[in-house]
């Protein structure tokens, strides 16, 4: 036993094969074309003589199926020399082998537009596939674009997707293979060949072993291809097969690296029909065409920032109009403005009213103003004699609440009374 076949003859799925032996959790079979989980490819899923399979893994070169076991053990089920039909689900293998494709794909898109690109990671998962791109550039959002009609550009070419063993020091020599830390440290370690993958070269399919001479045209090492990358997954023999790609999002899972999310197959479909729908909304609704947009929204965002500011100006109007109209009072010799208002944060009111304090011969000595609403606050502005802080602790310690501040600025919140019952106790009554 040396391992799946199902890397070098991806269409198989369905194969007779004799148990080898059982261990506590798993099968062992002679031969396999059950995918072991490796590289970001999930296991295969299917069935070992109607009994599911639940897990394939590879243990030291040997390919293990975990199977559903009965309570008594998989001894009861499977015995060595035992003859088995296995089935491997067909839909979730074709799924696996188009979304492992795309990464390719997708990756040679990359080299296509950032310089110094390296390969920081795969996943596949039953919704959406993520490649992580090493690179010193932003991936803005006309790069992401790019990057997906790159990709969709190189699935409706229908470009050839090749695989077959090469030398290591063959394919180490080209620079145009893609390798990962992964492909070196493990499947590489000790061994005299890598499975190259293409996409894009002269040949198509299962290539076996490739004689060093042969293997730069066979697999197109010399950088004329889409892609060449060391790999041992699952792959279609054509990128037409992928279908469309979607890609889903962008993040940063780390330094120097960019996580592309996208999608193959009916999520994919599903996110690009949901985009466009919402892009067709939303050009109705600003009576423009869909490649208006862009600038319908940007005309639309200044316009709204505009009124934001224009409301802001008159909120500060009608907050100084309020502000001018406080009562003054006369509060152990100093003269104070007090007040309540509504409508308005303590951070607003507190901006205007410290510009109070400084405004000139009338300014009073002390301005303090509650804020009236769902959160009762207060704020206090003085020349610092009274200090706003101690002003504020006054408050708080009789009707609740808490703040705090400096000399010529304090604000608390929380009051537990109405705006009025301040002002009385302010004015003394």
């Known amino acids: 036993m040396t391992g799946s076949r199902a890397p070098e003859d991806p269409s198989v799925r369905s194969f007779s094969a004799t148990v080898d032996r059982v261990t506590d959790d798993a099968v062992v079979l002679d031969e396999t074309y059950f995918y072991a989980a490796s590289g970001g490819q999930p296991a295969d899923r299917g069935f070992i003589d109607g009994t599911e399979v639940t897990d394939v893994r590879d243990v030291d070169g040997e390919v293990h199926h975990g199977v559903a076991s009965p309570e008594d053990g998989l001894a009861s089920t499977f015995e060595p020399g035992q003859e088995v039909e296995c089935i491997v689900d067909d839909t979730f293998r074709t799924y696996c082998m188009r979304a492992h494709t795309a990464s390719h794909v997708l990756y040679g898109a990359g080299r296509r537009l950032f310089d110094d690109l390296g390969y920081g990671g795969f996943d596949i998962d039953d919704r959406k596939v993520r490649v992580d791109f090493a690179t010193p550039s932003d991936v803005d959002d006309e790069a992401l ?177 309020r502000l001018s109209s406080l009562e003054t009072i006369d509060r152990d010799g100093d003269r104070w403005r007090i007040g309540a208002v509504d409508g308005f944060g303590p951070n607003e009111v507190g901006d205007r009213l410290q510009a109070r304090i400084t405004g000139g011969d009338d300014a009073p000595d002390v301005a303090a103003v509650v804020g009236d609403g769902d959160a009762p606050f207060v704020v206090v502005a003085t020349d610092g004699t009274p200090a706003a802080g101690d002003v504020v602790e006054e408050i708080t310690d009789r009707f609740g609440g808490g703040g705090g501040g400096g000399p010529t600025f304090a604000q608390g919140g929380g009051l537990d009374a109405d705006p009025e019952d301040v002002l009385a106790w302010l004015r003394g009554e």
């Open 145 to 321: 674009v790019e990057l997906e009609r790159l990709t969709n550009r190189a699935v409706w070419d229908s470009l050839p997707v090749s695989w077959g063993e090469v030398d290591v020091e063959t394919a180490r020599d080209h620079e145009s293979v893609a390798f990962n830390t992964k492909t070196e440290e493990g499947v590489m370690a000790g061994a005299d060949t890598v499975r190259i993958v293409t996409v894009g070269g002269d040949t198509q399919g299962n290539l076996g072993d490739v004689d060093p001479e042969e293997a730069v045209e066979a697999l197109a090492l010399d950088g004329s291809a889409w892609d060449a990358a060391a790999c041992g997954g699952t792959h279609v023999s054509n990128t037409a097969e992928i279908g469309p790609v979607e890609v889903l999002s962008r993040s940063n899972p780390g330094e120097g690296l960019t996580r592309i999310e996208f999608a193959v197959g009916p999520v994919g479909i599903q996110r690009d029909a949901t985009v466009h729908r919402a892009a067709l909304s939303a050009a109705r609704e600003v009576d423009v065409g869909v490649e208006e947009l862009p600038e319908a929204v940007a005309r639309l965002s200044e316009e709204n920032q505009a009124l934001s500011d224009e409301l802001e100006s008159l909120k500060g109007d009608v907050l100084d109009a």
